[in-house]
């Protein structure tokens, strides 16, 4: 028998007597004891030995059975030629993509046709033969083009304009503009009095066609507001032997308007 020295000894006497107890214990409980005592070397500490358990805080995976070598299908690597088609995206998103942009394109067109321009087809004779020189004669319609940007801003005599009708809120009129405000007209019947002296923000407006009654103008409702007008008539588009760029300066001028006839001050329109 091994030969110990006094604190070997004093240890394993203070240990045996505790043997029982560590044998109930967890293996946490007494490892700490068997790693204290056992550089003595103790022959009674020879029947107390851990036992050999592991403590796992995740459950053990079920295990795939695994095939054969022969029955595994082989791994195809990802395709990365240039003729190489990406698989389709799912419908709902096709669809969701395809109405946001059908919506911003009617939203653009819809704020293009508002505030920027708009084509417009001229109907009646009021302003023949500058527009519709052949109204009598076929049933092709001029097509101008209105821009609409700042419409009632920098109003000139001669130009020729697009408004809302002041008897018919509903209707949009093509007329000429023949005198701005500060000078008077000499009207024509039936308007109630000879002269007019159109007020500050408003036009006298009047077709090209000759003749009474021919033409639904400010003769008829009298001076118009600049904020009826929708947009200035600058092009003709249609036919294409007549279309032309419509300069105020080629208008030759009304003998029954009297130009500036009073200072008037002027006013910005946002």
Known sequence: MRAFTKDQALAAFLINPMLPLLKTTTCIGYRPCIALVRPFQSPYLSIFRAPNRTLSTTRPSPSKPRLPPSSQPPKTPPDTSPNFKHPRSRPITTIFSGLTTFLSIIALLTL??????????????????????DYHSSLQRDIVWVNKWRAGENIKRGMVVAFYSPNHPNVVAVKRV????????????????????????????????????????????????KSLIEGKVTHVVWPADKRCRIRPENWKGSPRVLEGRRQVEKIEFY
């Open 112 to 133: 293009t046709k508002t505030h920027v321009f708009e084509l417009k087809t001229v109907s009646g004779a009021s302003m023949h033969p500058f527009l519709n020189a």
């Open 178 to 225: 023949v005198a701005v405000e500060g000078d008077v007209v000499v009207t024509k019947a039936p308007y109630p009095f000879e002269r007019e002296e159109v007020p500050v923000g408003h036009v006298w407006v009047e077709g090209d066609v000759e003749g009474r009654g021919k033409s639904f103008d400010s003769n008829y409702y009298g001076p118009v507001s």
